[in-house]
């Protein structure tokens, strides 16, 4: 297939011609040939961008926000009657299983919708003041903004940044990562099917050292959010400076999941393996240090590497198949040196770390058991499938060991005592943490990280003050 990239709403060919192949992981064979931006179209959708909010008078900055809500609306239809389309795409272009693509579709649909209902009711406030008059706060929104989304989940993290931007007015520029593009361009023709004024729409597909630099560094640029990696993300943060452009950043993590011996130990050891191997690993919010109380470890383990065995991998079209192929061979490299580091460092490996035979990049899941937290296998991000595992013998030697990393976003406790989890859960330095299961993430919620993994909330209504200016206005009572 052929792809061409979205500037103002419509398909067109890259400004200099120039296009790029998209490679299937499951079979590392030729997928797509895609328009391949540069410096020239991210000028194009800037000027088309900033023409279209004119500095907050344009069409769709002045729409009611009730109307915006119905565009929304419209969209979250549009993915759903698309579904089989867009979980295709996801599952071929970026391995993802057939179910967990299906599901991803789902969860942008319901993303539009949260944001749908969202937009009319994000607002200001009127403050009583000292003098005589009304003291008014307005939020409006901030302009062209830049969603820079990464491989791992190109069409999920795409939902999250777009609906509340979308929902609070401003046109957007969606840069996908070069080895994922499909869907966002899909995603761009659902936009403006649905209703979304054509000239705040674009999608550059592209090399992200030409494409996010000269859109992070233009100063019609408003607002920058950038999901991906840390030294990226540092890198945004000091390019935006020069015109001081509004930044989100949500970036790497190393989560940890606190397993305690008074936990559901069977429940925990059975459910945590996709906590960690979902997506193949490939998962800022993947739990890949696992911390288990010494008493429970070996029966811990015992388990975890049992239900680790049973997890299908294969074929990402088939329905079967719970864990597809990583997306890259430079990401299975990186996983394999990895465990080599681990067990060159003392760590013992259980299970997997294996390449099967046949196409695509396949890895199959490793269990490392036996880690220490000073090994570069516990306190570096892999973005592969493999699970270190770390003993413990007390809660204050497990909230050490959590919150001795560089990174904060994510993270799991096991625990059947109420007074332990809220003890702990208020002592772990992460942004999202879920008490007794895996899941991070919930649209309705805000989520981000600490330390190096980010600066910013994405989701809930938290992101759509990330997409507004704060106005304050005083009507004086005096004549």
């Known amino acids: 297939m052929t792809e061409q990239l979205i500037i103002a709403g419509t398909r067109r060919d890259a400004a200099e011609g120039a296009t790029f192949t998209v490679i299937e992981p499951a079979t590392g064979q030729p997928l ?17 961008a900033h023409k279209a909010f004119d500095d907050g008078r344009g069409p769709w900055a002045r729409t009611n926000a009730t109307e915006r809500g119905r565009v929304l609306h419209k969209v979250a239809e549009l993915l759903r009657e698309r579904e ?44 009583p003041v000292q003098d005589a008059g009304i003291d008014m706060v307005l939020r409006e929104p901030v302009g062209p903004v830049g969603l820079i989304v990464p491989w791992n989940f190109p069409l999920l993290i795409a939902c999250w940044k777009l609906a509340p931007a979308l929902a609070c007015g401003n046109p957007v ?28 729409v674009h999608v550059l597909p592209g090399p992200g050292g030409i494409i996010g630099d000269a859109l ?54 059975r459910d945590l393996p996709m906590s960690v191997f979902g997506n193949a690993g490939q998962d800022c919010c993947a739990r890949s240090r696992i911390l288990v109380e010494r008493p429970v470890y070996d ?31 430079g990401q299975r490299k990186t996983s394999l040196d990895y465990i080599g580091i681990g ?30 937290n000073d090994m570069r296998i516990a306190r570096e991000e892999i973005f592969g499938p493999v699970a ?57 919620a805000p989520f981000g990280g600490y330390k190096k993994s980010g600066l910013g909330r994405e989701l809930g209504m938290q992101a759509m003050d990330a997409y507004t200016e704060i106005k304050n206005v005083f009507f004086s009572e005096e004549d």
Request: a negative charge; charged letters at 20%; glycine letters at 10%.
């Open 32 to 48: 797509a040939e895609v328009a391949k931006a540069s410096a020239v179209d991210v000028d194009l959708a800037l000027a088309a």
């Open 84 to 127: 089989d389309l867009f979980a295709t795409a996801e599952a071929r272009g970026a391995g993802h299983p057939m179910g967990d693509a299906r599901w991803e579709v789902g969860a942008g649909a319901g993303t539009f919708e949260y944001y749908a209902g969202a937009a009319n009711k994000h607002f200001g406030t009127v403050i």
């Open 173 to 200: 520029i969606l840069k996908p990562a070069s080895l994922t593009p499909l869907t966002a361009l899909l995603l761009g023709d659902v936009l403006v099917d649905a209703g979304v004024p054509a000239e705040n």
């Open 216 to 269: 992070v560094a233009d100063g019609r640029t408003a607002k920058v959010s950038f999901t991906g990696e840390t030294t990226t993300g540092a890198s945004i943060l000091k390019s935006s400076a020069d015109h001081i452009a509004r930044v989100s950043l949500e970036l790497g993590g190393k989560s940890a999941a606190v397993v305690f011996a008074d936990g559901n130990i069977s429940k925990a050891a």
């Open 299 to 329: 029966e811990f383990l015992e388990i975890f590497e049992a239900a680790t065995r049973a997890i299908k991998v294969g074929d990402p079209l088939s329905d079967e198949t719970e864990m597809g192929p990583m997306i890259s061979e």
């Open 343 to 372: 067990t060159g460092e003392g760590a013992r490996l259980v299970s997997g770390g294996d390449v099967p035979e046949g196409d695509g990049f396949y890895l199959s899941p490793a269990v490392v058991a036996d880690v220490t």
């Open 388 to 444: 270190s595992i770390l003993p413990f013998d007390s809660e204050d030697e497990a909230i050490r060991i959590s919150n001795d990393s560089d990174y904060g976003l994510s993270g799991s406790l096991w625990t059947g005592s109420a007074t332990r989890a809220i003890r702990v859960a208020k002592s772990l330095r992460t942004g999202t943490l879920s008490v007794n299961t895996n899941k991070s993430v919930r649209y309705e």
